[in-house]
C-alpha cells in the first residue's frame, strides 16, 4: 500500500510540473488541411498495420502530427511521429525504451497536441549497442521533424 501511495504521488507531480514545461514549447494546431493518404516507406513495411491504426487517430502531438509506439522484442518499445499534413513517418522516436515487467510500471511517455514537447520516463536502451541505460526522465523538443534533448534528470 505504501508503495501505491508513492507511485501515485510521484505520477502526479510529473505531470504537474511536465505542465508548466509543455507550455515551452508551443505547437500552433493547424487545422486548416485534410489528412493526406498514408505512405508506408519501404523502411516501415514492417510496421505497416501499426501506422495503419496509428494515423486513424486524431492528431496528438504538436500541431500536426501523430504520435505512435509498438513492443520492437524483449521487452523494448519504440516507435515515431507521423505527420498528417504529408501523410509520411517523419521521425522515429529518440530512443528505444525497456518495458519489460520489472521496468513496464516506471515507463511513462507524455506529449500534447498543442505542444513540442516530449516527455519520456524510463530506462533507454542503446540503439547500436542495445545496452540498458539508467532510469531517467528525458526531455525532447521536436523541431524540424527531429527531436533534441533539452535535459535528462
Given at each position: 500500500?505504501?508503495n501505491?501511495?508513492?507511485f501515485?504521488?510521484?505520477f ?13 514549447y508551443?505547437?500552433?494546431?493547424v487545422t ?12 516501415n513495411r ?10 486513424k ?15 520492437c ?6 516507435g515515431g ?9 517523419v ?5 528505444m525504451?525497456?518495458?519489460?515487467d520489472?521496468?513496464e510500471s516506471?515507463?511513462e511517455?507524455?506529449y500534447k ?5 516530449l ?6 536502451i ?13 526531455f ?5 521533424n527531429?527531436f533534441?534533448l533539452?535535459?535528462s534528470?
Amino acid at each position: 500500500m505504501k508503495n501505491l501511495l508513492i507511485f501515485i504521488l510521484f505520477f502526479f507531480s510529473i505531470n504537474i510540473y511536465a505542465q508548466d514545461e509543455f507550455e515551452k514549447y508551443p505547437a500552433p494546431l493547424v487545422t486548416d488541411f485534410k489528412k493526406n493518404n498514408l505512405v508506408v516507406s519501404k523502411e516501415n513495411r514492417s510496421i505497416k498495420t501499426i501506422l495503419i491504426n496509428a494515423y486513424k487517430q486524431p492528431v496528438n502531438f504538436s500541431g500536426k502530427y501523430i504520435i505512435f509506439t509498438y513492443a520492437c522484442g524483449g521487452g523494448c518499445l519504440y516507435g515515431g511521429v507521423i505527420d498528417t499534413k504529408s501523410g509520411k513517418v517523419v521521425s522515429q522516436l529518440p530512443a528505444m525504451y525497456d518495458t519489460s515487467d520489472s521496468a513496464e510500471s516506471e515507463f511513462e511517455i507524455v506529449y500534447k497536441k498543442s505542444s513540442r514537447l516530449l516527455i519520456i520516463r524510463g530506462r533507454r536502451i542503446d540503439k547500436d549497442s542495445f545496452e540498458l541505460g539508467a532510469f531517467s526522465t528525458d526531455f525532447y523538443e521536436f523541431k524540424n521533424n527531429n527531436f533534441y534533448l533539452i535535459k535528462s534528470e
